[in-house]
């Protein structure tokens, strides 16, 4: 089983939709909690962190669940600037971070 | 503010050859690290330093050298190319670390081996 599991998709969304991405951990002892977001043939930028109490940042919000292992990602209102792929990544513990294979989202006019 | 400089952005290499990847960051950052991104595989550590002098292994070691000599550089050596390593490869650095700072990452190397 992968330490860090996420579905692929693509997820194919009309402009101004909502799309929610999920993720699942195994390591319990996991410590932090992040999405990064990279574009095709580009590196990948932190988006945001995921916090237990849930965090939102203009039209993203993050939602962490310890009790299930699970981590969430809710965009609304979807532009057209939203495609890329979406990495779910865990800190395991010091200096080690392990990063899910991404979730590719594609939003059209 | 360049943030982190890697180079070359492409390389084609033989079975066998040898090569050194460079990473170079000005933001002081005390943390660096190699990664290989491959399909299907997400990104998988290579190796890390969390200071000048001082180096570590990742998940994936095997095949690579590196050494940091200042804070500002984290070279990484492949000593004899394999098809096997032919990736896209990525060097990030942090202020500390602890994933919280958020990692920087450079624009990513890809090799291609033959």
């Known amino acids: 089983r992968k330490e860090v599991e996420q579905d692929p998709g693509p997820f194919n969304v009309p402009e101004g939709a909502t799309v929610a991405f999920n993720c699942t951990y195994s390591?319990?002892?996991?410590?932090?909690f992040f999405w990064y977001r990279q574009d095709c043939r580009k590196e990948p930028k932190l988006l945001m962190s995921?916090?237990?109490s849930g965090n939102e940042d203009g039209r993203f919000t993050a939602q962490l669940n310890r009790a299930s292992q699970y981590i969430s990602l809710l965009i609304r209102d979807s532009k057209l600037s939203d495609s890329a792929t979406y990495l779910c990544?865990?800190?395991?513990?010091?200096?080690?971070?392990?990063f899910g294979t991404g979730t590719r989202l594609l939003v059209s006019p | 503010n360049a943030g982190v400089t890697q180079t070359p952005k492409f390389q084609v290499l033989k079975t066998g050859q040898s090569m050194t990847l460079q990473c170079a960051q000005d933001?002081?950052?005390?943390?660096m690290s190699w990664y290989r991104q491959d399909p299907g595989m997400g990104l998988r550590l290579i190796h890390y330093?969390?200071?000048?002098?001082?180096?570590d292994q990742g998940e994936v070691p095997n095949g690579y050298n590196v050494s940091r000599s200042t804070t500002e550089d984290f070279p990484l050596r492949l000593l004899s190319a394999a098809p096997s390593q032919t990736s896209v490869y990525f060097c990030?650095?942090?202020?500390?670390?602890?994933?919280?700072?958020?990692?920087?990452f450079g624009s990513g190397t890809r090799l291609t081996v033959v």
């Open positions: 990030a650095s942090s202020y500390s670390g602890h994933a919280n700072y958020g990692y920087t």
């Open positions: 390591n319990s002892a996991s410590q932090s």
């Open positions: 995921v916090y237990s």
């Open positions: 990544v865990v800190n395991t513990g010091f200096q080690k971070l392990v």
């Open positions: 933001m002081n950052h005390e943390y």
């Open positions: 330093s969390v200071g000048a002098g001082i180096t």
